[in-house]
């Protein structure tokens, strides 16, 4: 029998084999250990495998868990959950990993995550296992919950109000106490910025505070603002600002801890009102009161206190009562105070001799008191004193009468003065001479009409004779003196008739008080009430005055007089844009340069607003009043540079001339306010004089704002579309919708007639997006007709682009139309890009963002230049028709309208040339390829059904 063997060479590969799977074996088991996973296999139910870290993890050897497999290690409210899971996970082949509690053999409960995996060992199924013990990390989430809930629970139980802002001012987190403050539930205060909560004044000071910290990094220290609830109550909160930053140290919002300190703020105010008005009584008071502390220094008195010892305010603050005390008294009066400290017993009116600032002896009644702290500590004196000088040296003064009087009068602020009946002065004290400024020896025998003007003297003599003939004294007249030194000052005199012992009259006697100050004050009330206070011109009121003057100097003198009603032309654009300080300033600039042009003899004043007045009077004819207008209307649009922007205003001048066109003030005013809104109307920047023809005008264009104000309502507006056809294709590419105004009364009104109304009222606003939303809606009509898509032209005005809803406006349309983005173009003019250029590129690029094409219209007309556009987010020039007109023949006009297809290229533009009405035309725009054009040669603006029409039925020549 022959036996087979295997060659040689077999054996050595066989040998070979089983070494490459031993090492692959100890390979396999290498990574196993250090893979950081337990890993085991079962089947058939049982463990069959299970490596040296599943064992370590578990407590169990291999020995203990071969041929076994149980769910009594895992934890008894998991189990559930494990077995679903790994059931699924088998049968879906989803190695989905869970989570769950796990008992080892010490009986620790641990954490785990578990992945199983079906696999085929040795021909059979079997689930693969990776298990990794997670309890540190769920000790440490556990922590953390407990962590945040632990100081989420502390910040809504303090007082204090804790708050996060994102970086775009929104309330990202806040505590019970912000909601209690700002006075929102939390669900509507999250929705809420901080403007929304406070007035442009509080919210300015806010965003400057968050800017300092967002640019420096630093926090901000407390600072008070004010808030406006929802209940529309103001508040006064105190907060400050950290910023809140990211792992790579950037900021991301801001937190702060708010306190509320309203009734710290209302009890600040209610105390200062109280200490106000205990204060105003006691300086209303004869009676002096005063403070000193125990040391008996003054801390406080009132003024009848100064007048009594005669010192200032000043000298007296700090000053010790001794001083004003004899010191035969100084031992007496000590041990007064002295006994009320040691007992707390006032000491009630008792004498105390005082010595004044002048050297005088005065006697006061007085009365004193301890002070005392909260605690009940004495910390100083008070008490009241009364004037008895008189009650106590009665006799004296009787006997010493006339040395007692004078010396008063020598003493006193006001001024005494006796005088003959022929007005020279006999007697008077210091005060008189410091009044005129005389000395004694040039004031003595000297006559009271050498300090005063003619008409002033005449007044005082009359005043004089009234009191020597009735004998009724005179109080407080007013009398204005002309000092040595030429200087005036007002004052005020009461005057008696002096007698001699047998009651015949031998002069005169009377008190002057120096009511200069009180005079100024007077003189500045009076200028503010009749004063513009931004601009310093006269006011409403004054010019009325003013002109009433005028009109009756004209009327006696039959002369002429002028009225300029001006209005400024795009003021509150820039007020709007820029801001009221911005608005102010170009105001005053406007005032001074106003001045400036005119003469001295005539008068400039404000009424209010953007709205200037100006009265001329004494010209020969109109020539010289269209003169002053045109110096006007220079002035006004000289650019001038306000907040970093260069701006320019124009004027509309409205003119009334008296007597044609009025003869009283009211009348001069309106005719002229209605010629300056027909010089509005004329394209502004210009003056119109009154005529009857303005005034039927004027009560046209106030018909028209009156039935536009409801046209909306009424449904009287539709729209007319104007295709665009694009030359290359010849094929129509686009439509622009234009609005057509039909009234039962008026009849049709021409958009010229009415744009500008609308304009001017902030009609524009409603009837713009009413426009906005009526073509959108009808280019998608045309769509699902099975028309071939075009864009659609919308023209805007500058009211719509600054109203704050405009961008919200355009989301809505294109949500509720259906509209594609890109289908849609907004036309605006050149002057509109000019005006703030910097804001309008910021608007203008959201809108870009949303997709849709921007054009300039009427391009050409206005002063922008290559190197202002290409910074403009625009996709489309439109050429103004006025350039198109005269094409080809105007070789000015062919210049210019190359220029611009040039500078569209230049800038990668679609040009389009409007007004197209000739085949001339459009054989020029073609050769100098123009990319489209819009007019009355190919399409004039028909009714959208007519235009479906045109769309459906329309032939390219190329196609």
């Not at 910021?842 to 094409?853: N, S, V």
């Not at 297809?901 to 007004?915: F, N, R």
Request: with cysteine.
């Amino acid at each position: 029998m022959i036996m087979a063997t295997k060659p040689e060479s077999a054996n050595k590969s066989d040998h070979k084999k089983k070494s490459q799977q031993d090492d692959l074996a100890l390979l396999t088991k290498d990574i196993i250990a250090k893979a950081g996973v337990g890993i085991y296999i079962v089947q058939h139910g049982e463990f069959i495998y299970a490596s040296e870290l599943y064992e370590k993890m578990t407590g169990y050897t291999e020995e203990d868990l071969i041929g076994t497999y149980s769910l009594s290690n895992i934890y008894p409210d998991d189990r559930d959950k494990v077995r679903n899971k790994a059931i699924q996970g088998l049968k879906t082949n989803n190695s989905e990993p869970y989570e769950y509690r796990f008992v080892n053999k010490n009986n620790d409960v641990r954490w785990v995550l578990e992945t199983v995996t079906p696999i085929v060992y040795k021909g059979e199924r079997a689930a693969l296992g990776s298990f990794m013990d997670i309890t540190e990390r769920k000790r440490m989430e556990q922590a953390l919950v407990q962590s945040e809930e632990k100081y989420r629970g502390i910040l809504e139980s303090i007082e204090d109000g804790y708050v996060e802002l994102d970086l775009k001012g929104n309330f990202i987190f806040f505590n019970d106490a912000i909601s209690k403050m700002h006075g929102y539930p939390k669900n509507e205060l999250i929705k809420l910025t901080y403007r929304d909560v406070m007035d442009e004044e509080n919210a300015a000071r806010i965003y400057e505070k968050y800017h300092h910290v967002f640019t420096t990094g630093e926090s901000e220290k407390e600072f008070e603002y004010e808030i406006i609830t929802k209940d529309r109550l103001r508040k006064y909160l105190e907060t400050s600002i950290t910023p809140i930053k990211d792992a790579s140290g950037r900021i991301v919002a801001f937190r702060g801890i708010v306190r509320d300190r309203t009734q710290h703020k209302q009890g600040e105010e209610a105390l200062r009102q109280s200490e106000e008005k205990y204060r105003t009584i006691l300086e209303n008071i004869e009676e002096g009161y005063f403070e000193v502390d125990l040391a008996g220094n003054f801390t406080f008195f009132n003024h009848s206190t100064c007048s009594l010892l005669g010192y200032s305010k000043e000298e007296m603050m700090g000053m010790n009562y001794l001083r004003y005390t004899d010191k035969d008294d100084v031992k007496i009066l000590f041990e007064t105070f002295n006994t009320v400290y040691k007992t707390g017993v006032p000491a009630n009116e008792f004498d105390w001799p005082i010595i004044r600032k002048d050297g005088t002896k005065k006697y006061v009644e007085a009365s004193i008191s301890l002070k005392k702290d909260s605690a009940g500590k004495p910390v100083a004196f008070q008490g009241f004193t009364r004037d008895v000088t008189a009650r106590i040296q009665a006799e004296e003064a009787l006997r010493q009468s006339e040395e007692k009087y004078r010396s008063i009068l020598q003493n006193i602020q006001e001024a005494y003065f006796e005088v003959d009946l022929a007005g020279n002065f006999t007697f008077f004290n210091d005060s008189l001479c410091r009044i005129t400024g005389c000395s004694k020896e040039e004031l003595a025998g000297a006559n009271y009409k050498q300090f005063s003007d003619k008409d002033n003297s005449n007044n005082v003599f009359h005043t004089f004779n009234n009191i020597y003939k009735t004998g009724d004294p005179v109080e407080g007249f007013d009398w204005l003196i002309i000092r040595k030194d030429g200087t005036k000052r007002y004052i005020e005199s009461s005057v008696s008739l002096r007698k001699d012992s047998s009651d015949q009259p031998v002069g005169f006697k009377g008190v002057i008080r120096d009511i200069t100050e009180r005079k100024r004050i007077e003189q500045e009330l009076s200028y503010m009430a009749t004063h513009d206070a931004l601009t310093g011109l006269p006011n409403r009121l004054m010019f009325i005055q003013l002109l009433n003057q005028a009109i009756l100097s004209a009327k006696r003198h039959k002369r002429q007089l002028a009225v300029f009603f001006i209005d400024l032309d795009r003021f509150k654009t820039i007020n709007d844009s820029l801001g009221h300080e911005a608005g102010d300033l170009l105001l005053q600039e406007i005032a001074k340069r106003f001045r400036k042009s005119l003469r001295d003899v005539d008068v400039v004043g404000r009424l209010g607003g953007d709205e200037f007045i100006i009265l001329i009077e004494d010209f020969n004819n109109l020539n010289q009043v269209r003169n002053v207008a045109h110096k006007i209307l220079a002035t006004a649009i000289k650019p001038m540079v306000l907040m970093g922007e260069e701006c320019r205003v124009t004027a509309s001048i409205g003119i009334s001339i008296f007597p044609e066109d009025g003869r009283d003030e009211q009348s001069l005013m309106k005719n002229a306010d209605v010629a300056m809104y027909y010089a509005k109307e004329e394209g502004k920047n210009n003056f119109q004089f009154y005529s009857e023809n303005i005034h039927t005008t004027a009560n046209e264009r106030l018909l028209i704002e009156t039935n536009l104000r409801v046209a909306l309502e009424r449904r009287e507006f539709s729209l007319n579309y104007q295709a665009r056809l694009d030359f290359k294709t010849d094929e129509i590419t686009g439509v622009e919708a234009l609005l057509r105004w039909d009234n039962p009364l008026l009849g049709s009104v021409t958009p010229t007639q009415f744009i500008p109304v609308a304009e001017e009222t902030g009609l524009i606003v409603p009837i713009g997006r009413w426009v906005l939303k009526t073509a959108c809606a009808q280019n998608v009509a045309w769509q699902r007709q099975g028309l071939p898509a075009v864009c659609m032209a919308v023209n805007l005005s500058l009211r719509q682009l600054t109203d704050d809803n405009f961008l919200e406006d355009i989301r809505v349309t294109l949500k509720e139309t259906g509209m594609s983005p890109n289908l849609l173009e907004l036309e605006i003019t050149e002057s509109m890009v000019m005006h703030n250029p910097s804001r309008l590129i910021a608007l203008l690029t959201k809108i870009k963002e949303m997709g849709i094409r921007l054009a300039i219209d009427d391009f050409g007309t206005g002063y922008s230049s290559l190197a202002q556009i290409k910074h403009f987010p625009i996709d489309t020039l439109k050429v103004d028709r006025s350039f198109i007109r005269n094409l080809p023949q105007d070789s000015e006009d062919k210049a210019i309208t190359e220029a611009i297809i040039t500078m569209g290229k230049t800038l990668s533009l679609t040009v389009v040339a409007e007004g197209v009405e000739t085949i001339e035309q459009q054989e020029f725009l073609r050769e100098h390829v123009c990319d489209e054009m819009q007019g009355f040669y190919f399409s004039k603006p028909v009714v959208s059904d007519q235009f479906a029409d045109l769309l459906r039925e329309h032939r390219p020549y190329f196609r």
